[in-house]
């Protein structure tokens, strides 16, 4: 494991203009498909909805996926692959901006500090965003080796050829970066990634990352929920969601809860320390009961949340957008911030 | 900013080329081995048939090597004789025909004439180093007149030999000085007679040895 974590090179300086990115382990399997055109814009080219693909949760053995066969509008050269799992870590560390600090940034030193459970086999990596004074904050992520296996047999030969391999929390980040550049003119403000087991809460002040706060609870646990609070099927949930016909707002508050109280803290977090106040909340992801989150964050933040659109942040090619997208695109974040990350690592652009 | 924490290890990664670069090499390297290979067996035989021909070759030449240089000498003799043969052509056209000139010579002397000496003369002409040797004639022809008017006879002879007879082949006819002349002969006691005689120099054209 830890020959493996040393092993690990970032930032490989090779010119790729085309690249696919794909968010896995999800309910579905997103792909966008995104080009650097002639005039150094980045287009989206493709994007597509694809079945589930099961990811391996548990801790033994290698699993062998069947390969997942993109349409052809859809194939790129240079695939980057997103795991969406909730095994995932993510963490933002500050850690004193000396040498020493640097020469500890080891194995142990990031098991420890993210947490990661013992007797799971994890890569990890990490990049040092910014030195801030006396701090510098690292982005540390890891992934089971398992599950990393598991993305690398998806793509197993021919194009596209997987270049980048992210934790789909740290791959978002991209999106949401670039989205707060193009038009939101680097307000301070909080995106929120409705996961379906994990929702994303990432804080950013002057274009850059702030705070990176997990919860582990997603639009599952609204289904779970509402179906035991009703006694329904899951199949009736999202109508419930939806409609007024019956008033889960109650249950649905106590679901969401650990949620906004995270939220909270992450608000109070930035505006202390960075002493400004958030101005924006931008939603998205899997927003099951949409209303009932514009609602609670409403309440809780009071500042009505903006639906964002992932897919509407860069220019698209006509036709890009395939029939099962519609009503889906903001579920996009993670596979467009998996194939920005390696465009714009390769193309260091003013954005 | 960019945030780029990739996982991808070094093993994992593959070109994007639809042709992998090291199975490429391999058989890059495969092709060329063989390539050099079949070359070196292609000059191999080439060289071998090379050696056959040339060995088949020699006991052909050995054969025939002696029929060759007979061939030559047959050659060289041929060239000799052919020499000769031009040789002796173009001395006898240089030669001129005495018999025939005597006989034309015949059918034009007057019957008055008679000639008293007849000689030819033959000179040796254009001796320059590269130009065609030539023999040059010349008839000193020595005669006496009886009878008629003898000056008549005379520029009838020279006539003759100016004809388009001898056009060809005398380029000039001169009587010498006092070479036509009288002499008064005693026949008897008081009785004399006057003989005519008379000299001529016919030059012919020099004829060249080609």
């Known amino acids: ?351 | 900013m960019t945030y780029h924490v990739n996982l991808l290890l070094d093993d994992e990664r593959r070109s994007a080329s639809p042709v992998n670069l090291g199975m490429a090499l391999r058989m890059g390297v495969v092709v060329a081995v063989a390539t050099l290979l079949l070359i070196i067996v292609m000059l191999f035989v080439k060289s071998r048939d090379v050696q056959i021909r040339a060995a088949d070759a020699q006991s052909k030449w050995a054969h025939l090597e002696p029929q060759y240089k007979h061939l030559l000498a047959l050659r060289a003799s041929r060239d000799e004789l052919r020499a000769s043969c031009r040789q002796i052509e173009a001395c006898q056209r240089s030669r001129l025909p005495m018999g025939e000139e005597l006989a034309q010579l015949q059918l034009g002397v007057p019957a008055d004439i008679q000639f008293t000496a007849l000689r030819f003369n033959q000179f040796a002409g254009n001796q320059k180093a590269g130009a065609v040797a030539t023999r040059s004639y010349e008839m000193h022809i020595t005669g006496k007149i009886s009878g008629g008017d003898p000056k008549e006879s005379v520029d009838g002879l020279i006539k003759y030999l100016s004809s388009p007879a001898y056009t060809n082949r005398v380029e000039a006819v001169t009587v010498p000085n006092n070479g036509f002349r009288k002499e008064v002969v005693r026949v008897s006691a008081g009785e004399t007679r006057t003989d005519w005689f008379f000299e001529l120099v016919c030059r012919y054209r020099p004829r060249s040895f080609e």
Request: hydrophobic fraction near 45%; include cysteine.
């Open chain 1, 1 to 351: 494991m830890i020959s493996a974590f040393a092993k690990l090179k970032f930032g490989r300086k090779a010119i790729r203009t085309d690249v696919v990115g794909l968010d896995v382990g999800g309910v579905t399997t997103r792909v966008v498909r995104l080009k650097r055109l002639d005039n150094n814009t980045i287009h989206v080219v493709a994007a597509d909805v694809l079945p589930h693909v099961d990811l391996p949760l548990g801790a033994a053995g290698d699993v062998r996926p069947a390969p997942l066969l993109l349409p052809k509008p859809l194939r790129a050269r240079y695939a980057s692959v997103a795991v969406t799992s909730p095994q995932g870590g993510v963490r933002l560390l500050s850690i004193p901006a000396n040498p020493e600090s640097l020469a500890g940034l080891n194995f142990a030193f990031f098991t420890e500090m993210m947490g990661l459970p013992e007797g799971v086999e994890h890569r990890i990596g990490y990049e040092v965003l910014a030195t801030e004074g006396h701090e510098q904050s690292v982005l540390a992520v890891a992934l089971p080796v398992r599950q990393t296996r598991w993305a690398m047999t998806l793509l197993p030969q021919g194009i596209p050829t997987p270049c980048s391999l992210q934790v789909g929390g740290a791959a978002a980040l991209n999106c949401f970066s670039r989205e707060l550049a193009m038009h939101h003119a680097d307000v301070p403000a909080i995106f929120v990634h409705i996961g379906n087991v994990v929702t994303v809460v990432a804080a950013f002040y002057k274009g850059r990352l702030a705070l990176y706060r997990q919860c582990m609870m997603g639009s599952q646990s609204l289904v779970k929920t509402v179906q035991e609070r009703f006694g329904i099927e899951e199949e009736l949930v999202p109508g419930v969601l939806e409609d007024d016909l019956i008033d889960a707002s109650q249950p649905i508050a106590a679901a969401i809860e650990p949620f906004l109280r995270q939220l909270v803290l992450v608000r109070e977090f930035v505006e202390r320390k960075r002493a400004c106040r958030i101005e924006k909340v931008l939603l998205c992801g899997a927003l099951l009961g949409t209303k009932h989150w514009n609602i609670h964050i409403n309440q809780t933040m009071g500042l009505t949340p903006e639906i964002w659109n992932p897919l509407a942040t860069l220019p698209c090619l006509p036709e890009a957008l395939s029939e099962r997208v519609k009503g889906m695109e903001s579920r996009f974040a993670t596979a467009v911030g998996a194939a920005l990350a390696v465009l714009e690592v390769d193309h260091d652009l003013p954005r």
